[in-house]
């Protein structure tokens, strides 16, 4: 099998109705916390929710605090933050990924991601023992693609792997802000 396949060889692996499940102070093996709506640390914005970043709509978006609140600007903001996804299709072999940028503040793009894989119950994805590390390094938003814009296409040349569930953690943005935030993210492969 080639790993290097262009996007229009694989499937893209998401619905419009998956469930989403948005994560703060989550690190990659660590145990995850999911967030609540709100405008605070440990939140997700009110009509910014996690199943924005899969519904297939390029002016919605999704927005995570992290461990500040609206008020705050920093760069610490919205880091270890994301989501996990327990695929509906069922186990499936992540081979890309693209992210496309929220509508505004461009401090808040996402650089650099940590993925994880995992096999275990939803019940047990709580624990951080559950996940497997697939990838950890850019976004493909290395460069500013503009507004509503996908970035460059990520290929995991190593992940050999199907899971059914997929945890994606973002560990860096492009600047001071209050939140991480992304438009789509669009998963492929088999």
Known sequence: MNLFLDIIDFTLLTGTNEVI????NTVAGGNQKITSLGSSAGCHFFGEIPEYAFDQ???????????CNVSELLVSCGI????????RRGSSLLLAFRIRTGNDLVPRDPLTVTIEGSNQPTSALILG???TLIYNGSTGL????GRYNFGVIQNLTNNLVWYKSYRF???SKRNSSDAIQY???ELYGY
């Open 183 to 185: 438009g789509e993210v």
């Open 57 to 67: 709509v390029s002016t919605t978006k999704y927005t995570n605090f992290g461990n």
């Open 21 to 24: 499940l948005g994560l703060w």
């Open 169 to 171: 953690l973002f560990i």
């Open 142 to 145: 290395d460069t500013d693609p």
């Open 129 to 131: 023992s559950s996940w």
């Open 80 to 87: 270890n933050t994301g989501f996990f996804i327990p695929l």
